[in-house]
T-cell receptor, first 113, second 110 residues
Framework: DGGITQSPKYLFRKEGQNVTLSCEQN?????MYWYRQDPGQGLRLIYY???????QKGDIAEGYSVSREKKESFPLTVTSAQKNPTAFYLC????????????FGSGTQLSVL | GEDVEQSLFLSVREGDSSVINCTYT??????LYWYKQEPGAGLQLLTY?????DMKQDQRLTVLLNKKDKHLSLRIADTQTGDSAIYFC??????????FGGGTRVLVKP
């Protein structure tokens, strides 16, 4: 089955620690995205990537980093600089940046210990 | 700048129709979308409408677009308990940016 897989489902971060959220897709999509969702709020774009080895900052990139070494993978690192990391993180992909139909993973809930 | 607004909550009885409303501000919107999110899950694309259309029907779903008033609605006919979820509208506008509303939580009562 084609789709987007995010792992882990739940993640806990200690103060001062960096954590990495995984996102893998086998849809052969060029574009991938990371969104943050806070309770009662819409999705806010953290980073996006249109092609391998290229990525752009979204609206709330501070305290986060990404890489896109392979087409299938777009991991997100939440660094210690992100002071309020508790949120639901959603990864998505689309055929191209100009194709707006996004397919979403099932999300990772990150909490601070 | 872009802004997409939705009401927070909608309660509806099983079998009735649900209407979820959304307003947006960017007149350059090309596509408008409705996504559904069930608890603890990602978003699922339900339907979308191109900005030169004013209505689109897909089985129990009807999307209405009033471009003059920048108003989008999603009507769900014969609402079922499985329709309980959060519904997000989103617009794709100039600058290649997808902007989401805050979501409407729909509760279907038996």
């Amino acid at each position: 089955d084609g789709g987007i897989t995010q792992s882990p489902k739940y993640l806990f971060r200690k103060e001062g620690q960096n954590v990495t959220l995984s996102c893998e897709q086998n849809l052969n999509h060029d574009a991938m995205y990371w969104y943050r969702q806070d309770p009662g709020q819409g999705l806010r774009l953290i980073y996006y990537s249109q092609i391998v080895n290229d990525f752009q900052k979204g609206d709330i990139a501070e305290g986060y980093s990404v890489s896109r070494e392979k087409k299938e993978s777009f991991p997100l690192t939440v660094t210690s600089a992100q002071k309020n990391p508790t949120a639901f993180y959603l990864c998505a992909s689309s055929m191209a940046r100009s194709n707006e139909k996004l397919f979403f993973g099932s999300g990772t809930q990150l909490s601070v210990l | 700048g872009e802004d997409v607004e939705q009401s927070l909550f909608l309660s509806v009885r099983e079998g009735d129709s649900s209407v979820i409303n959304c307003t947006y501000t960017d007149s350059s919107s090309t596509y408008l979308y409705w996504y559904k999110q069930e608890p603890g899950a990602g978003l699922q694309l339900l339907t979308y409408i191109f900005s030169n259309m004013d209505m689109k029907q897909d089985q129990r779903l009807t999307v209405l677009l009033n471009k003059k008033d920048k108003h989008l609605s999603l009507r769900i006919a014969d609402t079922q308990t499985g329709d309980s979820a959060i519904y997000f509208c989103a617009e794709w506008a100039a600058g290649n940016k997808l902007t989401f509303g805050g979501g409407t939580r729909v509760l279907v009562k038996p």
